[in-house]
């Protein structure tokens, strides 16, 4: 991966000359930018990095297939999609079950350890999901039923209901999907990993 960067008085100005020297769409690029007073006037600075999504998710299927073979899974395919909110990779493989893990411990690890050398490489926060045969949407789906499951017995009860122990992705699905429950809110309580999502009655 390489690190375009780009130094000047205006940001609109460097976004334009980034698109115009690396030919690509903006939503092929990811930017950092960083302002800093300069001079006796006082005048700002703006400096741009840029990284280009292709690269991001070349690296990042490198760097799966040497995990892979190193777990000796060596027959491992890889999907990927870019979207304006993250970069997904999605594994295919005869022996996905090792690749998830035990209530996909495994898969989140993997993407720990993806995004950490992402970062450690160009020094830039990246969002990219990690999969194995779409696991994650039919586990989001799965706790999207039973979230509203609780939630309509707490509605019954008027007593809060505590769940299981999740990620923070997890949790996050939880929020997401109650967020609009009428008569219902929800927050998360204890400490990493145990932590738990609470639904309640509104008072």
Do not use: C, W
């Not at 039923?145 to 809060?160: F, N, Q």
């Amino acid at each position: 991966m390489k690190i375009y960067t780009y130094e000047g008085k205006n940001i609109e100005e460097l976004t334009l000359q980034a698109l115009k020297e690396l030919d690509v769409k903006e939503d092929e690029m990811i930017t950092d930018v960083k302002e800093e007073t300069v001079g006796l006037l006082k005048k700002k600075k703006y400096t741009l990095k840029v990284v280009l999504k292709s690269e991001v998710l070349e690296f990042s299927k490198n760097y799966i297939k040497d995990i892979a073979k190193g777990m000796g899974l060596d027959d491992i395919q890889l999907e990927t999609q870019r979207t304006e909110q993250h970069l997904k990779i999605t594994m295919h493989s005869e022996n996905s079950s090792i690749l998830i893990g035990r209530n996909g411990r495994t898969l989140s690890s993997l993407q720990t350890l993806l995004r950490s050398a992402i970062s450690n490489k160009i020094e830039m926060k990246v969002n990219i999901v990690l999969d194995v045969e779409n696991y994650k949407i039919r586990q989001e789906k799965n706790i999207e039923r039973l979230a509203k499951k609780l939630a309509k017995e707490v509605l019954k009860t008027k007593e809060p209901i505590t769940m299981d122990s999740m990620n923070s992705y997890e949790r996050r699905v939880v929020h997401n999907v109650l967020g609009n429950f009428k008569g219902i809110t929800t927050e998360s309580e204890g400490e990493e990993p145990n932590r738990k999502v609470v639904i309640k009655p509104v008072e």
